[in-house]
């Protein structure tokens, strides 16, 4: 019987679609990190996403959409995953007593892999869903409020060490298997992958932190207006109106 060339193109799929979300990420990183240039950078930032360098308004429907397309490649990409995840518990037991026995880091590092992608599957759509329905409220004051009075910060938190851990890992582990950037000496080339892993890693981490402190100091000294109406063109700092004229 002729071998079938499915599983080949399922993981050159899963490969396919792990890259393109990793680099979005590393994208989307930065955009968010404009928080700490200041809360008029990231209003500048949220506008460019909704094209205000195209068009004379903006339209956050384009943020929705993006997200839609994100979203999409994200379920595309857990659903070829779950042919690796162990099946059923005898499975798990008997993997984790190995990864246990053999203390090889790279296993260790595939399970890692697992446990924050399964973690995702719910974290990650939070954060999307919301995206996707109310792309009009990014801005520095809408996403500080979203972050300290509407709790999302433990969810960010938790999302965040998934993220970077899973997409780190991720990519340390499409290197090794397609053969990029492992060099003549394969032995020398994978130490050298894994300092870059572990590099990326806290690098995005460190970033991720300070944006989210920066936009928890927003949130807190806002939360006293939280609920009270904002001037629409703008989410910034400025454009909160208290009852009775801008405070
Ligand atoms: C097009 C899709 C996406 C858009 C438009 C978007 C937008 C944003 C925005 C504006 C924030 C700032 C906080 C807020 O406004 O609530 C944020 C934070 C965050 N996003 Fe996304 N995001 C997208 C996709 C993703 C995906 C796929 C992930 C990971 C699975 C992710 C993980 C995070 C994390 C961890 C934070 C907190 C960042 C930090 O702590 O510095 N995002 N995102």
């Known amino acids: 019987m002729a071998k079938s060339r499915m599983p080949a193109r399922l993981d050159l799929w899963q490969s396919l679609s792990g890259l393109v979300l990793a680099l979005f990420m590393w994208f989307h990183m930065f955009f968010v990190a404009s ?7 990231f209003d500048r930032v949220a ?3 909704e094209g205000s360098m195209l068009f004379e308004q903006t339209y956050p429907i384009i943020v929705s959409m ?41 296993t260790t590092l595939w399970f890692v892999q697992v446990f924050t992608g399964f973690a ?27 972050v300290v009075s509407e709790w999302m910060w433990p969810l960010y938190l938790l999302l965040l060490l998934a993220v970077e851990l899973h997409g780190s890992i991720g990519l340390y582990r499409l290197a090794i298997k397609w053969g990029f950037l492992t060099g003549r000496n394969p032995v020398e080339g994978r130490k050298k992958l894994k300092r870059a ?10 970033l991720g932190l300070a944006s989210l402190a920066a936009f928890i100091k927003i949130g807190v000294t806002q939360s006293d207006h939280y609920g009270q109406p904002v001037l629409p063109a703008e989410h910034s700092l400025l454009s909160v109106a208290s009852v009775g004229g801008v405070s």
């Open 47 to 49: 506008g460019w996403m």
């Open 197 to 206: 892993k572990w590099l990326v890693t806290v690098f995005f981490l460190a």
């Open 120 to 146: 995702m599957f719910f974290l990650g759509s939070v954060h999307l869903y919301i995206m996707m329905t109310r792309p009009d409220t990014i801005g520095a004051y809408g996403s500080a409020n979203r």
């Open 35 to 41: 928080i700490l240039l200041g809360a008029e950078s």
């Open 66 to 106: 993006a997200a839609m397309g994100v979203f999409a490649l994200f379920v595309l990409h857990a659903l070829l995953a779950l042919r690796k995840f162990p099946s059923s518990y005898r499975q798990y037991r008997t993997f984790h007593g190995h990864m246990k026995r053999m203390g090889h880091e790279d």
